[in-house]
C-alpha cells in the first residue's frame, strides 16, 4: 500500500469557536491511481491535503505514505519529504511572478536528486513555446499547466492538486484534466485531486468523499471514464 491513513484527526479554533476540521479520517490508496477527494467546501479537504503533504499537522493519527509515516517527523525530514517525494499544484498556481516560465520549472527541478528534463516536461503540457514568458502574459489554464509542469519536473511519486481547476473556464479545465490524465498514465504518478465538483469524481480509480471533516464515502470506481468525456 503506497498510502494509509490512519483516524487522522485535526481541529483548530477561530476565535473562541472549536472547528473539527477531520475527524477520524481513514483509508488507504494503491501506488500509481488517480484519485479524487470530493466535498463542498468546510469538508475538510484543503486540511487533508495540506496534511498528506506536509504543510499542516494533524492533532492524532497518522499517514504513512511510501512506508514513511510523514506524521512522526520534524520539521528537517518534512522538509527532505516535501522536496523529494511531493508535488503540489494549488488553485491559483503560485508561480514566481519575476521568473520566465521556463525558470518558473527550472527553480523546482533541482530541489530533487532525479529531476526530469524541463524541456520534456514544458513539451508534455504544451508550454515549451511559451518557455519565455512571465506568468502575467499567460492566461489562466496557460499558468496552470506551468504550475503542473513545476510540480511534475521535480520527478515526485506524489502529485496533490488542491482544487486545480476551481479559477478555470469549462475548456481550461477539462485542458487540465487531460494534462493530469497523461502525466499520471506518462510517468506512473500518484495523483491526488480535492474538487467540489462531482462530475470530475467519475475519473478516478478510488472516490474520497468527506463533509464537515467526516469521511462518509469511500468506495473503488471500477469504471473510471477519460477526462474529455467528463462534463458538467
Request: proline share 3%; with cysteine; aromatic share 8%.
Amino acid at each position: 500500500m503506497f498510502i494509509e491513513v490512519n483516524k487522522l484527526t485535526k481541529t483548530y479554533y477561530v476565535g473562541n469557536v472549536k472547528v473539527t476540521a477531520l475527524k477520524d479520517v481513514s483509508f488507504t490508496l494503491e501506488k500509481g491511481g488517480f484519485y479524487v477527494v470530493l466535498g463542498p467546501s468546510g469538508s475538510g479537504k484543503t486540511t487533508l491535503m495540506n496534511i498528506l503533504g506536509g504543510i499542516d499537522s494533524a492533532d492524532s493519527g497518522k499517514v504513512i505514505i511510501d512506508g514513511e509515516d510523514i506524521t512522526s517527523l520534524d520539521a528537517k525530514l518534512l522538509t527532505n519529504y516535501r522536496r523529494e517525494k511531493l508535488g503540489f499544484v494549488f488553485q491559483f498556481y503560485n508561480l514566481i511572478n519575476s521568473l520566465t516560465v521556463y525558470e518558473n520549472v527550472l527553480s523546482t527541478k533541482y530541489l530533487s536528486k532525479n529531476g526530469l528534463d524541463p524541456k520534456e516536461v514544458l513539451e508534455t503540457v504544451g508550454m515549451w513555446e511559451h518557455r519565455d514568458k512571465f506568468p502575467f502574459e499567460l492566461s489562466g489554464g496557460e499558468q496552470q499547466r506551468v504550475a503542473i509542469a513545476r510540480a511534475v519536473v521535480k520527478n515526485p511519486s506524489l502529485i496533490l492538486c488542491d482544487e486545480p481547476t476551481g479559477a478555470l473556464d469549462f475548456e481550461n479545465a477539462k485542458r487540465v484534466l487531460e494534462l493530469l490524465e497523461d502525466i499520471n498514465r506518462r510517468y506512473g504518478t500518484t495523483i491526488i485531486l480535492s474538487t467540489h465538483n462531482t462530475a470530475i469524481s467519475r475519473m478516478s480509480n478510488k472516490i474520497i468523499r468527506l463533509r464537515s471533516g467526516e469521511l462518509i464515502e469511500f468506495k473503488d470506481n471500477p469504471s473510471p471514464i477519460p477526462a474529455k468525456e467528463v462534463s458538467w
